[in-house]
């Protein structure tokens, strides 16, 4: 696989491809994220659904940007998308979701060890509504624990972040074996450390914005979702970006690294 140096300001281009892209199917674009969401939240309550969700997860995301392609090449976008992903190496795209899983599993595991008895001391506190002085003290002699743990678990996660942004496209478009695609992935995203940071920004920034909405209706991971239906479309758009067969033209007609 050809992996290409992007420029930075390409993290920002991917939003808002992925924006344009969402622009041509709204609606469709709601309505699958409406279901995903739907699904996420029931399913992930019955332990063993939610593992089998988990699992599953490559799979439905690939036939999200099969449609993405079927988008960019004038076709319709829809809901049967999400089960393109089961036509073609299904396999492979488990595998992913079971090395996910484990991965996320064992990072939880590190945290809660790290954290002790910290997490569940402000979890208690939160949940009462107590803000009496008392209360608050001992919230703020948790907090350090808690978030040093939470800072170290985020910057083991980055490597398998890395290795599984690109793998599931990879594995569907291009027939590469987990394995193969979890290292070129990785490496993909380390070569283009820099766009991705200016990517991760925007992204941490609409996060921001949308939190006290997720908030308020007591749904913590509402953000992520309202933000969904750009930033899956952006990951096509990063992946056709990274991955292109050929280097972009510049205005001369001189071949150039976008």
């Given amino acids: 696989m050809e992996v290409r140096v992007v420029a930075a300001h390409r993290g920002w281009r991917w939003i808002v491809e992925g924006f344009a892209l969402f622009r041509m199917s709204p609606v469709l674009w709601a309505a699958i994220i409406l279901i995903l969401y ?8 019955i332990p063993v659904l939610g593992v089998v969700l988990v699992l599953l997860f490559p799979t439905l995301l ?30 492979y795209l488990v595998t992913l979701g079971g090395i996910s899983l484990v991965g996320n ?28 002085p008392a209360a608050a003290e001992t919230v703020l002699r948790a907090a350090p624990k808690v978030i040093t743990a939470a800072l170290l678990v985020m910057a083991i996660s980055l490597p398998l972040l890395m290795g599984l942004w690109f793998a599931p496209l990879l594995v569907y478009f291009d027939d590469l074996k987990p394995m193969r695609a979890l290292f070129v992935s990785f490496w993909a995203c380390w070569k283009n ?26 749904q913590i991971d509402l953000s992520f979702w309202l933000l969904a239906p750009v930033l899956i479309p952006s ?9 292109a067969a050929a280097p972009a033209v510049a205005t001369d007609g001189q071949p150039s690294i976008r």
């Fill in 38 to 45: 739907v699904t996420f939240t029931l399913l992930v309550r």
């Fill in 62 to 91: 690939v036939g999200l940007m099969q449609g993405c392609r079927h988008l960019e090449a004038g076709e319709s976008l829809r809901i049967a998308h999400l089960l393109a992903g089961f036509r073609k190496n299904a396999a």
């Fill in 105 to 132: 599993l064992l990072l939880l595991m590190l945290f809660a060890t790290m954290s002790g008895e910290a997490v569940t001391v402000i979890m208690k506190h939160a949940a009462s509504g107590n803000v009496d």
């Fill in 193 to 218: 450390t820099v766009p991705f940071l200016v990517y991760g920004i925007v992204v941490f920034m609409g996060l921001m914005v949308l939190t006290p909405i997720a908030i308020a209706l007591r």
């Fill in 235 to 243: 990951i096509y758009s990063s992946y056709k970006d990274v991955f």
